[in-house]
T-cell receptor, first 111, second 113 residues
């Protein structure tokens, strides 16, 4: 399983764009990159998933360089309600085990 | 609305008193799993089920049992709870294992005294 490394914490201000980078140097050829968001005492929520290049949905964008050894989750114009822990997960689809949730990145949005 | 439900949401019990936490999903997902989340230890998978009557151990299965008699339900059973099982528990379902999107329940906060 590919090991991921994320910053432990980040601070931002309301209205700013936030970029959280995840390093996954030993990503395998068929691995997907998936990001989840978790608020305190709630279950994680799927945000976005990608395999290569760029993926965008109504919540975020995911940028993946050609070598796929890292990825960046971009949150446009964050608000206080975006304060949460963000997890980067890397792995195959369809395996018996679920992907491992690491420690994640605690994003704190300040007024 | 697609959802995973868990009951109870909060439970305080005593050591050794058997309990069951229920989990149900309405998305016809084949894959279901249970996690526990503890401060500093992240989310750890307890058990998972790839389909009806198919279950297997995750990372921390000791002290827990599960069953999958129906596709939609995946109860977690603590036969003899101990204080070290005090934790926040999440049930999740997905189309399959691995990188498929997981849908998590609201969580069950269990305290064993």
């Amino acid at each position: 399983l590919a090991k991921t490394t994320q910053p432990i914490s980040m601070d931002s201000y309301e209205g700013q764009e936030v970029n959280i980078t995840c390093s996954h140097n030993n990503i395998a050829t068929n691995d997907y990159i998936t990001w989840y968001q978790q608020f305190p005492s709630q279950g994680p929520r799927f945000i976005i998933q990608g395999y290569k290049t760029k993926v965008t949905n109504e919540v975020a964008s995911l940028f993946i360089p050609a070598d796929r050894k890292s990825s960046t989750l971009s949150l446009p114009r964050v608000s206080l309600s975006d304060t949460a822990v963000y997890y980067c997960l890397v792995g195959l689809k369809g395996t018996a085990r679920q992907l491992t949730f690491g420690s994640g990145t605690q994003l704190t949005v300040l007024p | 609305e697609a959802q995973v439900t868990q009951n109870p949401r909060y439970l305080i019990t005593v050591t050794g008193k058997k309990l069951t936490v229920t989990c149900s999903q309405n998305m016809n997902h084949e894959y279901m799993s249970w996690y526990r989340q503890d401060p500093g230890l992240g989310l750890r998978q307890i058990y998972y089920s790839m389909n009806v009557e198919v279950t297997d151990k995750g990372d921390v299965p000791e002290g827990y049992k599960v069953s999958r008699k129906e596709k939609r339900n995946f109860p977690l059973i603590l036969e003899s709870p101990s204080p070290n099982q005090t934790s926040l528990y999440f049930c999740a379902s997905s189309y399959s294992g691995g990188a498929y999107e997981q849908y998590f329940g609201p969580g069950t906060r269990l305290t064993v005294t």
